[in-house]
């Protein structure tokens, strides 16, 4: 049955960034209207149990972005009922499945020195010299990631800092690969696996550029937040930032996939549902979708410029990845004795060997022994389980080509045979295994196309400027009132609500007198940028 309603903004999808725009502008007055597919909102933030007793973390598990982001700190979602637990160790990395130690990150700085110069005297004191580099820079550092493009505030503020040559020092540092950084930090295997292995959270190969610091900077929030999860389940964040958009004054429709968007004037003024709801739009219209689906899908075919179709074909996803999950009648038995207590650990590779599982990821060959992060999440949350027994997952990444049901069966078996290697006796200890595939993904949420998990690639060519496509790497599109609120959108994958935030001060700052100056300025750039090309002569 037809229905119609009007709202100031509305907002399409009901992940955490799409739920943090709408807390945003209803905090600011606006009559906001979301609207989600799914009979529940979170997207990639969701659990559920897939076991008696069992509470399963379908996508994202562990939120050291969520922890530091000053968006979701700022919502004060503790007094919305979310509350953060952590495992007696952040992360461990076992080098190998013969028992030997593996590299443990705690929250407690000097431990973690501590274990890294048991592995190789002076990376503790190395260690301790990284820490402290963040304390001098973490402010700054996190500006610059977490604000709208160009974030000129932060890096002129660290220039400040710094003096001219440190900072040229710095941006050499942050623009190394994560082997090369590894090996320039650290003497010993293990303090370099800490960062290395956190490096491929993103789907950037270790030998690529700027894939250091991303290791760089995931191990220092690790080391400064942990790697907290949300008691009782990801989904109990999701239900904290609804009960945080409510609360606000917005307003959540479940259920309503969102199937276009009315483009008149080069202004978006409604969506309509695949239920036959139309929301009209007064000031502006915010897309927590991937980038294609926007462009590609929701819009008419000529509210766009060719040169922006054109780029679209060149648009890189992630990687894809298959998860495992499984419910233990005990906790695994794990060879080395040191990485029961981490909440996350990496397992299959050594230095080299994620040299070469990043080989056959980007030369579309099946790896034979994958890299996996792996969630013992009873561990880090008793509630997740009944006691004595451990909720667990894993999940690895795939080739982009190779990536078919078979292909990612298979792969999702070798998972099984590396943790037995590092835990035998792994299999007997399970009651229960649920695989989820890239097709699975992306059939719980069409945000996860082919199973990509970051809403695009994190490689320096489709980061900043260039997220999505080649742009100003801000929230606004090329028509008037619509923004871009997902994980497509600058500055990326993770769970930490800027896209969402950045959209919704996008739309709030386009308003007004002074409003209509800054759009203008806005679409003579975009005009500029999707010019068509000059003909040949």
């Known amino acids: 049955m037809a229905e119609e309603l009007t709202a100031d903004a509305v907002v399409i999808g009901g992940g955490h960034h799409g739920l943090v725009a709408a807390a945003v502008l209803a905090d600011a007055g606006w009559d906001v209207c979301l609207l989600e597919s799914h009979d529940v909102v979170g997207g990639a933030v969701k659990s559920t149990e897939l076991h008696p007793g069992f509470t399963a973390d379908l996508f994202s598990a562990f939120y050291p972005l969520g922890a530091a982001s000053p968006v979701l700190r700022s919502l004060e979602l503790d007094r919305h009922g979310l509350e953060w637990v952590h495992a007696p160790a952040v992360l461990a990395h076992p080098p190998r499945p013969d028992g030997g130690p593996a590299a443990v990150l705690h929250r407690d700085r000097d431990r973690t020195a501590a ?52 900072a040229l020092r710095m941006l050499r540092f942050a623009l190394l690969p994560a082997a090369r950084m590894a090996e320039e930090l650290f003497g010993g295997e293990p303090a370099r696996l800490l960062l290395a292995g956190n490096a491929v959270h993103a789907d950037a190969p270790p030998d690529a550029s700027i894939s ?25 964040l999701a239900a904290a930032l609804e009960r945080r958009a409510l609360a606000a004054g917005a307003h959540i429709r479940t259920g309503q996939h969102v199937e276009r968007i009315d483009v008149r004037g080069g202004r978006a003024v409604a969506v ?82 994620l040299t070469r599982w990043s080989s056959d ?5 099946l790896p034979r022994s994958p890299f996996m992060l792996l969630g013992q999440m009873t561990t880090t949350d008793p509630t997740r389980s009944p006691e004595g027994t451990e909720s667990v997952w894993a999940y690895t990444h795939m080739p982009r080509k190779v990536s078919d049901d078979e292909s990612a069966t298979e792969v999702a078996h070798r998972i099984d045979a590396v ?39 994190a490689q320096l060519f489709q980061q900043l400027v260039f997220r999505p496509v080649p742009s100003l790497g801000r929230p606004e599109t090329v028509v008037d009132g619509l923004y871009l609120a997902s994980a497509s959108a600058h500055p990326g994958g993770g769970v930490h609500g800027v896209c969402g935030y950045l959209a919704a001060r996008a739309a709030l700052g386009e308003q007004g007198l002074r409003g209509k100056l800054r759009r203008k300025v806005t679409s003579g750039a975009l005009e500029l940028i999707y010019r068509d090309r000059p003909s040949a002569r």
Request: charge should be negative; charged fraction near 20%.
């Open 115 to 166: 274990g890294l110069d048991e592995h190789h005297h002076g990376d503790g004191e190395a260690w301790l010299r990284l820490c402290a580099q963040w304390d001098d820079l973490s402010d700054l550092v996190l500006r610059t990631l977490f604000t709208a493009f160009p974030p000129v505030r932060g890096p002129v503020a660290l220039l400040r800092r710094l003096g001219t040559a440190e």
């Open 212 to 236: 250091g610091v991303y290791g760089w900077l995931l191990v220092m929030l690790g080391q400064q937040y942990g790697f907290p999860a949300p008691r009782g389940g990801a989904g109990q």
């Open 272 to 353: 309509h549902t695949a239920a036959g709801l139309t929301v009209r739009a007064r000031r502006a219209v915010l897309a927590d979708v991937s980038a294609p689906a926007l462009y590609q899908r929701m819009l008419p075919a000529d509210a766009l410029p060719s040169r922006l179709h054109e780029d679209l074909e060149h648009f890189e996803w992630d990687t894809p990845v298959v998860k495992v999950n499984w419910a233990l009648d005990g906790p695994i038995p794990w060879t080395s004795p040191n990485v029961a207590g981490a909440g996350t650990v990496h397992l299959g590779a050594d230095g080299r060997g």
């Open 361 to 365: 990821i980007e030369s579309e060959t």
């Open 419 to 457: 943790i037995e290697e590092h835990a035998p006796g792994f299999g007997s200890t399970v009651l229960h295994r649920h695989v989820q595939l890239p097709t699975d993904l992306t059939a719980a949420d069409p945000n996860l196309e082919h199973g990509a998990v970051n809403g695009g690639t």
